[in-house]
């Protein structure tokens, strides 16, 4: 899937925690519809066979909106089930090892807290970048804040 910085523009993370009495499938179908243009499917707490049947039917409902559909933190699961990307942290595989599976065609993106570990990230063949969270959420209970001030330095770096 081809892609640009526009693809980015309105990024929607998964959280199954947040679907309420409908299915992910259907808040994502949802959020697609009101313009979402990536999608990355976030799934903590599914076994590997319930994801990747997850991921087969939310990249199948990302390609018919023409969106990217992303995996968070599982290079094995993107390449499993045809996701367009992975995005991963610092604490999961290192960027370029990642870059290496996935090959030069599919999306990489890569957490960053700090200007070196951005640099280092875009060295090792990052597409983009996630940084954050600069305010505190109740979706990621281990977020801890990052001050714009290093926001900003990470995007003149």
């Known amino acids: 899937m081809t892609w640009d910085k526009t693809t980015m523009r309105l990024y929607a993370v998964t959280d199954r925690t947040w679907v309420g009495e409908k299915t992910l499938r259907e808040q ?7 313009g979402v243009t990536c999608v990355q499917l976030r799934e903590k707490s599914l076994e590997l066979p319930a994801i990747l049947e997850e991921a087969g039917e939310i990249r199948a409902l990302c390609r018919s909106y023409g969106v990217p559909f992303l995996v ?5 699961i993107a390449l499993q089930c045809g996701a367009d990307g992975v995005h991963v942290g610092q604490t999961d595989w290192p960027a370029r090892e990642v870059r290496r599976l996935l090959g030069p065609d599919r999306i990489l993106g890569v957490s960053a807290r700090t200007v070196e570990q951005a640099v280092q990230a875009e060295r090792d063949g990052a597409d983009y970048l996630g940084v954050g969270a600069v305010f505190s959420t109740s979706t990621k209970q281990d977020a801890r804040p990052v001050a714009v001030e290093t926001v900003q330095a990470i995007c003149q770096a």
């Open 28 to 34: 994502v179908e949802q959020a697609l519809r009101g």
């Open 72 to 76: 968070n933190d599982s290079v094995e």
